[in-house]
C-alpha cells in the first residue's frame, strides 16, 4: 500500500526540487530566481485558510542522506472558477500540474496514487472538470484515469515585463 499524504508548507522546497527534475533543470539553476518564488507560491497557497491549491505527496521510503530529498512524488492542483456553462455550472475547474516522481523511485505506481488523490481533492471540493498538459510519456498514465485529448489548441502569449 502506498501512503500518499496532503503536501504541508514544509514540504514547499521539496516540491520545487521535484519540478526541477521534472522540466530537467539542473539542481543549482535559480535562474531568475525561479525556485525561491515558487516556494513561497507554494507555501502562501498551500497555508491559506481556504485552499485553492493542494498537493499530493509520497515520501520517500528513506531519506537519502547524500541530497536531503525527501520526497518520491508529487501531485499539485489548483481550482479555478470560470463562468459555468451547461457542461459544469459552477464553472469550477481543476489544473493538475507538478506530476513529478524522483528519478529513483519511478516505476512503483507513486505518480499514479499522488493523481488519484488530487483527483478525489478536486471532486470532494466541486471542480468536475480538469485540465492537465501532458508528455507523451505520461499519458498512459492519465487515459488510464479516464483524461482524454481535447479539440481545444492551446495558446500563450508572453507579456514583457520588467
Known amino acids: 500500500m502506498i501512503n500518499v499524504r496532503r503536501a ?9 526540487r521535484l519540478r526541477g527534475l521534472l522540466f530537467g533543470i539542473p539542481a543549482a539553476s ?24 493542494a498537493g499530493f505527496v509520497v515520501d520517500q521510503p528513506e531519506r537519502s542522506l547524500r541530497t ?17 456553462g451547461p457542461g459544469n455550472p459552477r464553472g469550477l ?3 493538475m ?4 516522481t524522483d528519478p529513483a523511485h519511478r516505476r512503483h505506481g507513486y505518480a ?6 488530487l483527483l478525489a481533492w ?19 498514465l492519465y487515459v488510464s484515469q479516464g483524461f482524454v485529448r481535447t479539440a481545444d489548441p492551446a495558446m500563450r502569449l508572453a507579456l514583457p515585463h520588467d
Open 8 to 16: 504541508t508548507v514544509e514540504d514547499a522546497a521539496e516540491l520545487v
Open 93 to 95: 475547474v481543476g489544473y
Open 122 to 140: 478536486f471532486a470532494a471540493e466541486g471542480a468536475f472538470v480538469v485540465d492537465l498538459k501532458a508528455t507523451s510519456a505520461a499519458e498512459p
Open 30 to 53: 535559480n535562474e531568475n530566481g525561479w525556485r525561491d518564488a515558487s516556494r513561497q507560491i507554494l507555501v502562501r497557497r498551500l497555508s491559506a485558510a481556504s485552499p485553492t491549491m
Open 68 to 84: 536531503g530529498a525527501a520526497l518520491a512524488a508529487s501531485a499539485v492542483g489548483i481550482i479555478e472558477e470560470r463562468l459555468g
Open 112 to 117: 499514479r496514487a499522488c493523481t488519484a488523490a
Open 97 to 100: 500540474f507538478n506530476v513529478a
